[in-house]
């Protein structure tokens, strides 16, 4: 049994995070809200109690100025606060700073993305070996509870995984991770977390099929498929964190990840990457003065928390899961779907920082009554699922599953062929205006183009 929570960092994940706490804090007992920048964790606070959040009064919200790469300082402020889980929702860069301070006070550890190095980019897989699983031993041996990856996805999208293994399958072929978010936000271009972190993601492409890690170019492989509630959606082969963990915890034969990106997106991130404006290594200026493109990028993009007001639409994120039970071909899709106004209407932020904050609040809950306690560091997968997807449907992400005819026109192939012909299915085109560029479209079809297709149309028929 564990009682109070510190959750590290202020930005739309933690803003989520401290409101799911708070409505749970019957459970978890104080909240501290600790970051560099004081002012934002107060704000966090704010909203909370705007919203009239705090369930159980006489505990107490309240924020700390941290450097969270201070080792000293995470540990003192742990020690003082007396946070017997921490729930790391800073960026990337500080995970092992932060593990270590778990380590030497023996507060439970918990994070939603992999460590990254400042000065490397997309490193060879697993990417967890070469950071988080070194300190696994270390783990164990003080019968410390790390939990790693604990947002959606990853994190809820491995639970799935785990959820298939237990109840849906005797024997699993492929997994396809797809994400989608079919909302607006009303910019020009904005990333709906982090721009820095997003666009270190699309380096490059790490995937594993036919149990071994292959690469491809980034945007090089692409699909449609006809999702529950948001419709026809494409969607790209991506490299991301949950496959780093599930090719070593999950036998299948193949573990894929796809994300959704509009062609708008696509042609202004390809543009940026082209110019250099997505490195991460420094650059002299004229004046002597070094900068780092992708900061510069970052300072110039939208606030990813400043887009929730105004956001509309949906996000539709899960697995689809091919395999057999009992003798016979099963294909199943776990998913979820969440809604960008309804959750700005509950805590104030857009749907993708709901979807990553609440489940380390709910993980959080089931360290505090004992349900989930390792004692050691471990992947979501690795836990029993099904108290967490419990919880999750309870505080404000219910799942759906949905049974799928093997074969049918809603069954989907993740299948990836020869590159060369991946690549000419992958162009993303669209026409803008430069009298207004938020005026962006797909081109028109040529009208012959229209006609052939109607003539073949004919034919087959």
């Not at 030497?104 to 490397?120: F, N």
């Not at 599930?246 to 036998?251: A, G, M, R, T, Y």
């Not at 899961?321 to 899709?333: L, T």
Request: hydrophobic share 40%; with cysteine; charged share 25%.
């Amino acid at each position: 049994m564990k009682k109070n929570v510190m959750i590290i960092g202020a930005g739309g994940v933690a803003h989520v995070a401290a409101h799911k706490a708070a409505m749970n804090n019957d459970v978890l007992g104080e909240i501290c809200i600790a970051s560099r920048t004081l002012e934002k964790c107060n704000e966090i606070i704010a909203s909370v109690k705007r919203k009239n959040h705090i369930k159980d009064k006489s505990k107490k919200l309240y924020a700390h100025q941290l450097d969270a790469l201070d080792i000293p300082a995470t540990v003192k402020l742990i020690k003082e606060t007396g946070a017997e889980i921490v729930v790391n929702l800073g960026n990337a860069f500080i995970n092992m700073a932060v593990l270590e301070a778990c380590l030497e006070t023996g507060a439970v550890y918990m994070d939603t993305a992999i460590h990254e190095d400042p000065d490397k980019v997309c490193e060879d897989p697993p990417w967890y070996a070469n950071y988080e699983w070194k300190r696994k031993d270390r783990c164990r041996s003080k019968g410390l509870t790390a939990i790693l990856g604990v947002g959606f996805d990853p994190g809820v999208v491995n639970a799935y995984c785990a959820l298939a293994v237990k109840r849906y399958f005797d024997k699993i072929a492929t997994i396809d991770i797809m994400d989608v978010n079919a909302g607006s936000h009303g910019k020009y271009f904005a990333t709906n977390f982090d721009p820095e972190i997003n666009f270190r993601e699309f380096i490059k492409v790490w995937t594993w099929i036919d149990r071994k890690w292959q690469q491809y170019p980034t945007h090089s492989v692409k699909r449609v498929y006809n999702f529950p509630v948001v419709g026809e959606r494409p969607i790209y082969l991506n490299g991301h964190d949950e496959l780093h963990s599930l090719s070593k915890n999950i036998d299948a034969d193949s573990i894929r990840f796809w994300m959704g990106f509009g062609d708008h997106y696509i042609n202004v991130f390809t543009v940026l990457r082209t110019l250099g404006f997505l490195s991460h290594l420094p650059v002299s200026l004229t004046t002597g003065q070094q900068v780092v493109p992708l900061k510069v990028v970052k300072a110039l993009l939208p606030d990813p928390k400043t887009l929730a007001p105004g956001y509309t639409g949906k996000t539709c994120i899960g697995n689809f899961v091919k395999g057999w039970k009992n003798g016979k071909k099963r294909e199943v899709f776990i998913y979820q779907v969440s809604d960008h106004k309804k959750c700005y209407e509950e805590v104030e932020s857009q749907g993708i920082s709901y979807t990553a904050g609440v489940p380390p609040v709910a993980a959080a809950m089931l360290v505090a009554e004992g349900v989930w306690n390792p004692r050691t560091m471990v992947n979501v997968e690795e836990l029993d699922p099904e108290p967490f997807i419990a919880i999750l449907d309870k505080i404000g992400l219910p799942t759906d599953i949905k049974e799928i005819k093997p074969g049918s026109k809603n069954s989907f192939d993740g299948t990836v062929g020869a590159l060369e012909k991946e690549l000419a299915k992958s162009t993303a085109t669209v026409t803008v205006s430069a009298a207004n560029p938020l005026i962006a479209l797909a081109p028109k079809p040529l009208a012959g183009t229209m006609k052939k297709t109607r003539k073949s149309s004919r034919k087959k028929k």
